[in-house]
């Protein structure tokens, strides 16, 4: 999991994420870069596989390098995540 930038989902919050893609599917497509890594959406495939499935909607973002990667992994998850002020604090450092 390389682009898996910030910590686990709280098991309540993953099985919020189970049951809204048992009932209405992956509604936010999986990000991939051109070699097959997710940037973002580890934990919706992490979900599709222990569900059994093996279709989801995908998106691959190609010409990115490392550090867009990373930025792009970390913004996009931010924009969702719960966060405390630590964990923020952590990405910052992380990024810079």
Same mark, same amino acid.
């Given at each position: 999991?390389?682009?898996?930038? *910030?910590?686990? *989902?709280?098991?309540?919050?993953?099985?919020? *994420?189970?049951?809204?893609?048992?009932?209405? %599917?992956?509604?936010?497509?999986?990000?991939? $870069?051109? $070699?097959?890594?997710?940037? $973002? %959406? =580890? =934990?919706?495939?992490?979900?599709?596989?222990?569900?059994?499935?093996?279709?989801?909607? &995908?998106?691959?973002?190609?010409? +990115?390098?490392?550090?867009?990667? &990373?930025? +792009?992994?970390?913004? +996009?998850?931010?924009?969702? &995540? =719960?966060?405390?002020?630590?964990?923020?604090?952590? +990405?910052?450092? %992380?990024?810079?």
């Amino acid at each position: 999991m390389k682009y898996q930038l *910030l910590p686990p *989902l709280s098991p309540e919050d993953f099985a919020a *994420l189970e049951a809204s893609i048992i009932e209405y %599917g992956v509604l936010v497509p999986v990000e991939y $870069d051109e $070699d097959g890594n997710i940037l $973002d %959406g =580890h =934990h919706r495939v992490q979900v599709c596989e222990s569900l059994g499935l093996a279709d989801w909607p &995908r998106f691959v973002r190609k010409g +990115l390098s490392e550090a867009e990667k &990373r930025t +792009l992994a970390r913004e +996009l998850n931010v924009s969702r &995540r =719960h966060l405390t002020s630590a964990q923020k604090r952590a +990405l910052i450092e %992380g990024q810079l």
